[in-house]
């Protein structure tokens, strides 16, 4: 089955502690994206990555970091600078260097609800 | 500062009966989308419309749009129990395919 994969579902993080979400895609999409999600509240994006080894800061980037080493892996971290990091993450693709059309819909994976001990 | 904004907040049905929900949004659109989510998963894409289109239909699914009122609206008639979700609109307000979404609808259809 083609899609996006995230892990764990549920991870809760420590004071002091960095966490690492996973997200893997067999899409063979090239862009990806972190959001975040708080009760009754829209999706915030927190980074993007539309290539390999390349990303960008999306509108809440502090306290967390990504890396895209592999087309098929956009990993974010959540770093103890992040004060209140319980929240439900979701990670989304889109394909790259098709119609522009297409390059607007995003499919998203089931996402991991982080929690503070 | 959201880009969509959904109305109402909260919707209410009986299982046979019409859902409408609205979206309204600031700048202008290329194209705006519909997304749904089950309690607890990820977004689901509804449907896409574009900016030069006034209506689009997808099975029981009915969207509009009115640049002119920067508003969309997302219809689903003959609503199941299973329709019950959370709606979002969509917008991609810089045009460079990071989009923008609103806080969401939450439907419920009573059985």
């Known amino acids: 089955d083609g899609g996006i994969t995230q892990s764990p579902k549920y991870l809760f993080r420590k004071e002091g502690q960095n966490v690492t979400l996973s997200c893997e895609q067999n899409l063979n999409h090239d862009a990806m994206y972190w959001y975040r999600q708080d009760p009754g509240q829209g999706l915030r994006l927190i980074y993007y990555?539309?290539?390999?080894?390349?990303?960008q800061k999306g509108d809440i980037a502090e306290g967390y970091s990504v890396s895209r080493e592999k087309k098929e892996s956009f990993p974010l971290t959540v770093t103890s600078a992040q004060k209140n990091p319980t929240a439900f993450y979701l990670c989304?693709?889109?394909?790259?260097?098709?119609?522009?059309?297409?390059?607007?819909?995003?499919?998203f994976g089931a996402g991991t609800r982080l929690s503070v001990l | 500062s959201q880009q969509g904004e959904e109305d109402p907040q909260a919707l209410s049905i009986q299982e046979g009966e019409n859902a409408t929900m609205n979206c309204s949004y600031k700048t202008s659109i290329n194209n705006l989308q519909w997304y749904r989510q089950n309690s607890g998963r990820g977004l689901v894409h509804l449907i896409l419309?574009?900016?030069?289109?006034r209506e689009k239909h997808s099975g029981r699914l009915r969207v509009t749009l009115d640049t002119s009122k920067k508003s969309s609206s997302l219809l689903i008639t003959a609503s199941r129990a299973a329709d019950t979700a959370s709606y979002f609109c969509?917008?991609?307000?810089?045009?460079?395919?990071?989009?923008?979404f609103g806080k969401g609808t939450l439907l419920t259809v009573n059985p």
């Open positions: 989304a693709s889109t394909p790259w260097g098709m119609d522009s059309l297409a390059k607007n819909i995003q499919y």
């Open positions: 419309i574009r900016s030069n289109e």
């Open positions: 990555s539309q290539i390999v080894n390349d990303f």
């Open positions: 969509a917008t991609d307000p810089s045009r460079n395919y990071k989009l923008t």
